[in-house]
């Protein structure tokens, strides 16, 4: 995986890339061993574009996320790999540098809002403080401006609102609140990491909704962190799927959906309930997700992959695959679709 030309996911005409992750490894030291919450992970997000990373809970997504934004705590470590974003080299940053551009050009919505506002102030001063702390804005003029912004992500009556402090706010409430805190100084990458957790359907289509207008209108770029294939369906141009730390399959989401190629990615699809089809029951995937501390030699996926032991493949068991191309912007790491012997 060291040719950057072979693994590119992007085709011709296409935007220019804004954020390039490459080799990024992420791992925790704990008492137990070395977790490899993130080993080798490759991507790119092109400006203005909605890019999904799906997985089930403990792949590495939001690492990979905290990673990028460096803000991952000990005894997490990133010790090896390259983000490059908009042309800086973010993990050779001096962390003053890597502050500025924290909430300006590059900002994160977490997944509890309520637990990330301050409850001691009004969600108003707390996206004036934004714009304050970043644009040196005094604090009536910050105060109109976070106003205005609170009104552009949904709020009614917005100028009485913002005087309401976080415990007075719905759930979804407060993720419009945090996602204009998040835009007030128009980043130009935004990573939302399972915005829509704990919300009901209707707030999350709402928020899910809104994240998309605003990407739209002010070119940002977003990274859609999510579990949920049916978000991935209806939000995002490309997804990368993430499996125990690694991504086996990139594409943009019509083709994915299309022909999903890793044994993974079809045992996710397969397992989803579809409108009007009925079935005895769900499909699954065998086994359980292996052990970070632990991993299986070759294939993270082999010990679970059903086309593995129909084809009788051992090469999965002894050597990892590479995430490579099997069609313009489509790549997978998989055996199945790999040169060798036995393939």
């Known amino acids: 995986m060291d040719t950057p030309a072979r693994l590119s996911d992007e085709g011709e005409g296409a935007p220019r890339t804004i954020l390039d992750v490459r080799g990024l490894k992420t791992y925790f030291y704990t008492d137990d061993g070395v977790v490899k919450a993130v080993d080798g992970v490759d991507f790119s997000v092109r400006e203005g574009e909605v890019f999904g990373l799906v997985g089930e809970s403990g792949c590495g997504k939001s690492v990979t996320a ?4 460096r803000l991952v ?18 993990l050779e940053l001096p962390e003053d540098d890597m502050n500025k551009l924290r909430g300006s050009r590059m900002s994160i919505i977490f997944q509890q809002p309520i637990s990330s506002l301050n409850p001691v102030f009004s969600v108003g001063d707390q996206v004036a403080e934004v714009l304050q702390l970043h644009e040196g804005l005094g ?29 007075e706010m719905s759930g979804g409430q407060a993720q419009r609140v945090m996602i204009a ?6 980043p130009s990458l935004l990573i939302a990491d399972e915005p829509t957790t704990a919300l009901d359907v209707t707030i ?30 209806e939000m995002v141009d490309r997804v990368a799927v993430m499996y125990a730390g690694r991504i086996v ?65 051992e090469i999965c068991i002894q050597v990892e695959p590479d995430l490579e191309p099997l069609a313009a912007g489509h790549l997978a790491s998989c055996w199945l679709y790999q040169d060798h012997d036995e393939v």
Request: aromatic share 6%; charged share 25%.
């Open 139 to 167: 604090k009536d003029e910050a105060w109109i401006k976070a106003v205005d912004l609170l009104d552009q992500v949904g709020f009614p009556d917005a100028e009485s609102r913002a005087n309401a402090f976080p415990h």
């Open 204 to 233: 999350q289509a709402q928020i899910l909704d809104l994240l998309r207008d605003l990407s739209r209108r002010w070119k940002t770029a977003v990274i859609l962190i999510t579990h949920d294939l049916g978000v991935i369906a």
């Open 66 to 69: 905290l990673s990028i934004l």
């Open 249 to 313: 399959e990139l594409s943009n989401v019509r083709e994915l959906f299309k022909t999903p190629k890793h044994p993974y990615t079809v045992g996710l699809m397969e397992s989803i309930p579809v409108l009007g089809q009925v079935k005895d029951r769900l499909n699954v995937i065998p086994g359980s997700v292996p052990n970070l501390i632990n991993l299986p030699p070759g294939c993270r996926f082999a010990p679970r992959c059903r086309p593995r032991v129909e084809n009788g493949l």
């Open 181 to 186: 805190i998040a835009l007030a100084l128009k």
């Open 73 to 90: 705590d000990s005894p997490g470590e990133t010790v090896d790999g390259t983000v490059t974003f908009d042309g800086e080299s973010l």
